[in-house]
């Protein structure tokens, strides 16, 4: 009995982690981990601090989509965020909501 309940828990936790994974490799794919990383600034910041930085903001996640596709400079310093026009918009979507939930 105690087995099932161990192999249940770890498929759960497998299950969570894909769409992480997932997103992680979307973003590697997408050059966006040249300037970001998950939990530590590099040319831009970490993606854990842009998810503090806009935690209950209900305008965030359409803002960033902006941002992500157009780039922009000053939110974070005077280092520009370039223009994403290769990546497509559903992948961009995918990535700042996963960036949002980042803890």
């Keep these: 009995m105690k087995k099932s309940g161990l192999i249940i828990a770890a498929l759960g936790l497998a299950f969570t982690a894909a769409p992480a994974l997932a997103s992680l490799e979307l973003a590697t794919k997408s050059a966006c981990t040249a300037c970001h990383a998950v939990d530590k600034k590099l040319v831009g910041p970490s993606y854990k601090d842009v998810a503090k930085k806009y935690a209950g ?6 803002m960033l989509i902006e941002k992500v596709k157009k780039g922009g400079v ?10 994403n026009p290769n990546v497509k918009d559903p992948d961009i979507a995918t990535l700042v909501k996963w960036v949002l939930a980042t803890k």
């Design 57 to 62: 903001n209900a305008k965030a996640e359409a």
């Design 74 to 83: 000053g939110t974070w310093g005077q280092i520009p965020m370039p223009p």
